[in-house]
């Protein structure tokens, strides 16, 4: 077990706080555990401390799970498994630890044993060495207090709001620490993690330099600010893509580097999940394959693999997105993989969201920056109005056929996996919606009120939210989005 007798450990246990503390204490490095509870597991937090005389430079700290209960998602140190037995060592800026100086690390359990046979650097977690000679009877005090906050696998809002930061690079809307990030932000997407080759399947997130963000936070402040967002309940994602990061994987190599390769960034950070904003030629379709239920082109075929991989691997409190634009999907209702001439991308996500509709969080299509969209109703609609926002979001909510072949029907997705893609302002992305018109898309989504020439196939009362390119260009735009949008969406 962790040390229980030679160092202070709080279980917090729903809203109870429980103790177990004895003055007698052996010198040496310790490994201390807590954890915030929910249903069926928890969020644990490890402290290493060094109560020697000298510093360490490493640390690796071992332990036991019954079959009932695993690690999920991890951060602030790596992680091997061999069936239950678990070791994590530290990362390259957490190694090492100065005389009386300690580090944590963190994971989500899902299950509710606790850790058993606690070894530190191969001794005891109570810090081994000689016992105390003295005896002493173990004290136990109980008192009430109050969680910190949902876990970072806890569940998202009723109504969402989804920003993407500009994490990784800096462009006229300026740089905004994630401290700095506004509460009205229910999910923040990091962008970007991009390859190092288009076909590698190697992802890799850097912070932005501090030659072009002269005020980029430490990594270290950077970390602690995603683990005070998440004990507030925000979700924070890698987001993988965007305009210049070009991912395809062509190959099981490159698909299983992309496994690998993202899992690092999520356990780096200490991350939520995953969003997948893959765009330009990411995805495109083979000749023949135009059957969306069953894809058969590699690119297709192996991000759905990987992408059910990452869910194995981090289980139910994962959180997957996806940020296609209109051409990928909604366009595919009349000329999916290349029908009648057109590009073979278009509707070149629809299988990935079909494939993986059991564990996606969150759709958000980007209504912007497109060009005219046959809707449901087999007319023409066009960005920037209430109209091309209901019309692309009942074909999500409704369903539709696929390249128009009854036969092969693109099945509705849950009220709840759906948000609306906006630009923040005018400068953010072309097809800027005022936020009248977006209350009034809203209102006729939801209410079946204010509804224009287009008329929705149904009701959605439970549509989760927006989604906006940026958290920063509405900074710029001094925060209209969120506090107008928030204000409309309360949680």
Partial sequence: MFARIAAVVSLVLGAVLVSFASPAQAAGVTATFSKSTWSSGYTATVTIKNDTSSA?????????????????????????????????????????????????FGFNAAGTADPANCTINGAACTGGGTPPTSTTTTTTTTTTTTSTGPPPGGSLPRKVLVGYLHA????????????????????????????????????RFQQCPVAECPNVESESAFIAAIRAKQQQGKKVLISIGGQNGQ?????????????????AIIDRYGLNGLDIDFEGHSLSLNAGDTDFRNPTTPVIVNLISAL???????????????????????????????????????????????????????????DYNSGPVMGLDNQYHFMGGADFHVAMTDMVLAGFPVRGDSTKFFPALR?????????????????????????????????????????????YPNLRGLMTWSINWDKYNNYEFSKQHRAFLPR
């Fill in 415 to 459: 009220q709840e996996q759906v948000a609306i893609g906006l630009p923040a302002s005018i400068n953010a992305g072309n097809g800027f919606t005022s936020v009248t018109d977006v209350h009034t898309a809203l209102n006729c989504l939801m209410k079946g009120t204010s509804c224009g020439s287009y008329k929705p196939k149904g009701v």
């Fill in 247 to 263: 991912v395809q994987l062509t190959t099981t190599a490159a698909r299983d580097k992309f496994v690998s390769s993202v899992s």
């Fill in 56 to 104: 360490i430079s490493s640390w690796k700290v071992e332990f036991d799970y019954p079959a009932d209960t695993s690690v999920g998602a991890y951060w602030d140190a790596l992680l091997t498994k061999n069936g239950n037995h678990n070791t994590f060592v530290n990362r390259e800026y957490n190694g090492s630890v100065a005389p009386g100086a300690s580090v944590t």
């Fill in 308 to 366: 059910k991989s990452l869910k194995a691997r981090y289980g139910a409190n994962f959180v997957l997105t996806m940020a296609p634009e209109t051409f990928f999907v909604q366009v595919g209702y009349q000329f999916y993989g290349g029908a009648g001439g057109a590009d073979n991308r278009t509707g070149a996500y629809l299988p990935v969201i079909h494939a993986m509709r059991d564990d996606l969080t969150l759709l958000h299509v980007q």
């Fill in 168 to 203: 990784s690079f800096a462009n006229g809307s300026g740089y905004i620490r994630m401290a700095d990030v506004p509460d009205e932000w229910d999910v923040i997407n990091l962008s970007f993690g991009e390859p190092t080759s288009v076909t590698s399947g190697d992802i």
